[in-house]
């Protein structure tokens, strides 16, 4: 088979039609959303009134982004199986909110989680914290646009940087019409449609291609493996050492925990009972759609083995499968899915930046503002990040999912154990945070291959992830916290009873005990032991 | 009781988390133990490839649902022993 220099669809009316019937269900959907928009409730939280399996679709939703859709099977594609375990793990974003700390701010009935910082330690750190948010916002919205670039590409066979600007037009399009963090039934109704999109057409893909599994296309693919393990035999091999394997807990379980519009998704539940119940609902969906994405990936490395074609846009995999094997308007549904996931998840970055420098920030600065004015204000810096990740994603990295992974790795090295140690120890303090997440942010940044390339730790795609450096920044950061806390308390510093109370309160109990939750042994033990992984990380890769 | 729905609190905390972590890093285990990489196939793969990718699905709903059914349980215990708290002490509800 000869490979087209690009992959487009032919018939773009048809496409046109698709995408757009559908995106008109979307805008419908959102501008039904801003007309029940009534209160900040409405705006931010759905009005507190969302059920479980809504909520647990919507959850699922605003964390399957175009790293889902599109990024996953372009790195199995290099990879192959290691980037399937190292994906799998992400299912554990939202059930870890919900156990560690989300329960406890819908008692809050807290927007982000920058309100909890703010009431735990003060403002000053709600600042710090509010604006690494906002910095890896940018980076997640950075991986969206390279996505939605390339989709709009084989969409309208035009060049990416004019398919850059179509996916800007389009996200502001979707904004102004009313496509809100509230609009929680528009983002449960996009992941059914991402699911679907997902996961039927490949049942048609795999047709083509000979499995008698079509019918499930998530996990009947086992007839294919002898086919796959004779053209690659290492397809299936663990490749990498134990090292490689655990440094995903720190830079890639523990970052995604502290991502301010995943949290609100845990707030926005009608109640703590029904929160829990919406991670099974979460769970379940994102696990389809997950399973879809490796049977994709799989495809992909089948394809190029049997065809000897090799993508030179791996993120386009997803696509360029349904255009090679599917009708014309199968592909253009598979389009339309991915389009969905870009500017839903697109949406939720932006709306996150906006509130933090709007309501978070601002509400710090200048409490005295008009909330209209902060609110405008907001708006203005959701602009300008969105110009930021725009002029970036002009410059693309290899795959869409670099500057997302790097992300992670960077919010659980300054504001994860602010916020899990915030809700577990009475001890933790205002200025150790300060200090850890400050220190430990910076040395992310400066050890990563993407500003200093002479000072990086690690190397090749573990280091442009952020893999080998949050390896050491992010256990750092956690004993930092812990050590420093310990110090400053003891110079006299130490957290106010106000700043006590709140972590009983928000467990639950209608009374204050200083012994709850103010162990003195444990937080030593985290302490050297985050040590000791830090020291392991700065070992050679 | 506050005493004792309080260390329940903790302790089905660093359960679930244990649970979820074996079901999110089951390839891990795999890595750490290579023996187990030779246990055969299932439903056509590579027991290696097939399990993480069952318990990151399905086993993490069944946690969830273990999780859902005692922490609820637990909030209910909370909310009784702040009750009672508030009937010893003499003191009404909100």
């Given at each position: 088979m000869q490979p087209p220099q690009v992959y487009v669809i032919t018939e773009l009316w048809t496409a046109i039609i698709i995408v757009g019937g559908m995106f008109a269900l979307f805008y419908l959907m959102g501008w039904i959303g801003l007309k029940q928009t009534t209160s900040t409730d409405d705006l931010y939280a759905a009005g507190f009134k969302v059920g479980a399996l809504v909520n647990g679709l919507a959850m699922a939703s605003t964390w399957a982004s175009l790293a889902t859709f599109l990024g996953v099977s372009a790195l199995i594609l290099k990879l192959q199986v290691p980037f399937v375990y190292l994906w799998l793990q992400w299912a554990l974003s939202i059930p870890l909110i919900t156990l560690l700390y989300g329960t406890s701010m819908r008692r809050m009935k807290a927007y982000t989680p920058c309100t909890f910082i703010k009431a735990r330690y003060g403002n000053p750190s709600t600042i710090v914290i509010a604006c690494w948010m906002i910095l890896v916002m940018v980076m997640y919205a950075l991986g969206q646009l390279i996505g939605l670039g390339q989709t709009f590409e084989i969409l309208f066979a035009v060049k990416y940087e004019t398919a850059l600007i179509i996916s800007g037009i389009v996200v502001i399009g979707y904004m102004v019409a009313g496509g809100m963090m509230g609009a929680t039934y528009n983002a449960a109704f996009q992941m059914v449609v991402m699911t679907l999109t997902m996961i039927v057409p490949m049942g048609w893909v795999m047709k083509v291609m000979g499995s008698s599994g079509w019918w499930m296309p998530p996990l009947a693919y086992g007839d294919m493996v002898p086919s796959m393990l004779k053209m690659i035999?290492?397809?299936?091999?663990?490749?990498?050492?134990f090292r490689w394997y655990f440094s995903l807990i720190p830079a890639f379980t523990l970052g995604p925990v502290a991502l301010p519009h995943l949290a609100a998704r845990v707030f926005t539940s009608a109640s703590l009972k029904s929160a829990r119940w919406a991670v099974v609902w979460f769970l379940f969906f994102l696990g389809a759609l997950f399973s879809g994405t490796y049977v994709v990936g799989f495809a992909g490395n089948f394809f190029q083995a049997t065809t000897g074609i090799v993508i030179k846009k791996p993120d386009q995999i997803t696509l360029i499968l349904q255009l090679v094997y599917s009708p014309q308007w199968v592909a253009a549904f598979v389009l339309a899915g991915a389009i969905a996931a870009g500017v839903s998840t697109l949406n939720g970055n932006l709306m996150a930046i906006a509130a933090l420098a709007g309501s978070d920030i601002l509400g710090i600065i200048?409490?005295?503002?008009d909330a209209k004015k902060r609110l405008r204000i907001g708006f203005v810096v959701l602009a300008i990040g969105g110009l930021v990740a725009m002029i970036l994603s002009f410059n693309p990295p290899t795959f869409l999912v670099t500057s997302i992974l790097w992300a992670f790795g960077l919010l659980a090295s300054t504001a994860t154990p602010g916020i899990l140690l915030g809700v577990w120890w009475k001890q933790a303090n205002k200025y150790a945070l300060l200090v850890s997440s400050t220190i430990c942010g910076a040395m992310f940044i400066i050890i990563s291959p993407h500003v200093i390339k002479s000072i990086v730790i690690g190397k090749g795609l573990p280091a442009a992830l952020g893999m080998s450096g949050g390896l050491v920044t992010i256990p750092l950061s956690f004993s930092l916290f812990i050590i420093l806390s310990i110090i400053f308390n003891k110079m006299g510093y130490a957290p106010s009873q106000e700043e006590k109370a709140v972590l009983d309160r928000i467990h639950g109990w209608n009374d204050y005990r200083e012994d709850r939750y103010n162990g003195k042994v444990w937080p030593w033990v985290v302490a050297v032991v985050c040590l000791v992984i830090s020291w392991w990380g700065l070992q050679p890769w | 009781m506050k005493e004792k729905a309080y260390k329940k609190e903790i302790l089905v905390t660093i359960v679930f988390i244990i649970f979820y972590m074996l079901m999110g890093h089951t390839a891990s285990l795999f890595v750490l133990f290579p023996g187990l990489q030779g246990l055969g196939e299932m439903w056509g793969f590579p027991i290696h490839y097939i399990i993480p990718v069952l318990t990151g699905w399905f086993g993490m709903v069944i946690v969830a649902i273990f999780a859902a059914i005692v922490c609820n349980k637990l909030d209910d215990e909370i909310e009784a022993a702040n009750r009672a708290d508030e009937a010893a002490s003499g003191k009404g509800g909100e």
């Open positions: 035999p290492t397809f299936f091999d663990t490749k990498y050492d200048a409490p005295q503002m | -």
